[in-house]
């Protein structure tokens, strides 16, 4: 458990599956539903954000998932990989923010900020010198959010959602 601005942070666990398989749909859906066919992101929350997907990254052991809480309630969550598990391999000692979802009601309250220096300590502890994410081209507040913490575009890669082949930016933030 860590605790950062009244911000709880606390480590997911396998028995936790259902809060996160539900918030992970909930806030998925609302972050990217007005910018998507609901069949595109309809199929992309099956194919991704099912139980049995959930319960596998889990049991990765260079898969992190932590829950935000304010005043008891979860309010967010993050997903860091390390290793094997980050979804692109660099020539770098990095870290990847996989997954920063806010619920919506809680936007606007530095949750966001806070996971993101929870995932600096994560990045120190690991000895990594870069912290890297993708975050969807027309996600405009992600990006504006990134850039204001440092992190700059290095790449793109294709984010398949659903039958669409969209593009994501890839950020980085140095750390040494």
């Avoid at 709880?8 to 599956?17: G, V």
């Avoid at 539900?22 to 007005?34: G, H, I, M």
């Avoid at 530095?110 to 990594?128: M, N």
């Amino acid at each position: 458990m860590n605790q950062l601005k009244n911000i709880e942070i606390t480590k997911i666990y396998h028995e936790d599956l259902n809060t996160l398989f539900e918030l992970s749909n909930s806030t998925f859906r609302d972050t990217f539903a007005a910018q998507n066919t609901p069949e595109n992101l309809n199929k992309y929350l099956s194919d991704n954000f099912n139980k049995e997907k959930l319960e596998k990254e889990l049991s990765n052991p260079n898969s992190f998932f932590y829950f935000a809480k304010r005043g008891g309630e979860i309010v967010a969550y993050l997903k860091i990989n390390i290793g094997d598990a980050q979804t692109e391999s660099f020539e770098m000692r990095s870290i990847e923010i996989e997954r920063i979802y806010v619920r919506k009601p809680f936007l606007g309250m530095k949750i966001g900020q806070t996971l993101l220096e929870f995932s600096k300590e994560i990045a120190h502890q690991q000895q990594a010198n870069v912290i890297w994410l993708g975050v969807w081209e027309e996600n405009y507040p992600a990006i504006a959010f990134y850039q204001k913490n440092g992190f700059q575009v290095f790449d793109r890669h294709v984010f398949v959602l659903g039958n669409d082949h969209q593009i994501d930016i890839l950020m980085k933030l140095n750390l040494d």
